[in-house]
């Protein structure tokens, strides 16, 4: 799995979705993880946390996390995004540390939690004011069932996790392989043996997936027009970008916006 960075621009939203592999990503946005059907597995950093039906999870911002998903049942999943300027005074907080382990299982999970959920699952879109409460509410109780570390303990400190920290967090500007080994202060052949050892890949294909993975979800999640997407993911040309989207998904990026879209219109009609 490659990951890939995410750049939240509504201040509060939500997505009711059949959950499936998620490649590891990051974001700006406060995540708020609610399972309501079947199962799911929730990586953050270099651990991964399982989730049942009721099972309550929130990502803090800036965190390299990911999905999987190994129940072949029927699984449903509500994820909340919210900017960090409505959290108030918790905005420190959700800067500086995160969970040391960010799931409360249903027993757990506090009543004010619970109607908060339901209330944002029932209105399906609120407005930024609303939001903002629900979400003041779901912190505060979250609190209690936190034991709260400094981010830089999430994750790993070696030179493969600084490297794709560093990717998920620049992939839309221009890169090249000398130029990140600048920054980061690292021999250019040393880098180049990370991408051929450990992620099996060169440097240019590696870059091309964390976008690709950032276009995919712009064709899922917005309607935004296909010749901003490839702008907006890094990619140079459209010719380019649709050259390794069709070698990576054997689509167009139209087709695949539309196949997407009407798989979703089929597996909400079934529930």
């Known amino acids: 799995m490659q990951p890939s960075y995410e750049e939240k621009k509504e201040k509060f939203s939500i997505i009711r979705k059949k959950p ?34 009721g099972y309550f999870a929130v990502v803090f911002p800036d965190l390299i996390h990911h999905y999987q998903v190994f129940s072949h049942g029927k699984n449903e999943v509500y994820l909340f995004y919210a900017s960090l300027e409505l959290s108030g005074p918790f905005m420190t ?6 969970p040391e382990n960010p799931v409360i299982s249903r027993e757990k999970l506090h009543e004010e939690i619970k109607n908060a959920l339901g209330c ?14 629900y979400l003041q509410i779901i912190l505060y109780r979250c609190r209690e069932n936190f034991r709260f570390i400094e981010k830089d303990r999430v994750g790993s400190n070696d030179l493969i996790y600084t490297v794709m920290t560093y990717l998920l967090s620049h992939f839309q ?24 050892g450990v992620f099996h890949t060169n440097f240019n294909q590696y870059l091309n997936e964390i976008r690709l993975n950032y276009a995919s979800s712009l064709l899922e999640n917005t309607d935004m027009r296909i010749t901003d997407i490839f702008l907006e993911a890094g990619f140079e040309s459209q010719r380019t970008f649709n050259r390794v989207f ?7 990026p139209g087709e695949y916006r539309k196949s997407f879209w009407e798989q979703e219109n ?6």
């Open 120 to 133: 944002l699952i029932k209105d399906k879109k609120v407005n930024e004011v609303v939001g903002q409460a």
């Open 20 to 53: 499936h592999h998620v490649p590891p990503h990051l974001h700006n946005a406060i995540e708020l993880v609610y399972v309501t059907k079947g199962e799911l597995e929730l990586g953050v950093g270099c651990e991964l946390y399982h989730m049942e039906q």
């Open 93 to 98: 907080l959700l800067q500086k540390k995160c």
């Open 246 to 252: 069709r070698q990576r998904y054997g689509r167009t």
């Open 266 to 271: 089929t597996d909400i009609m079934k529930t």
């Open 173 to 196: 500007e221009t890169l090249t392989l000398g130029s990140v080994a600048e920054n980061l202060g690292v021999n250019k052949f040393a880098l180049s043996k990370i991408f051929s």
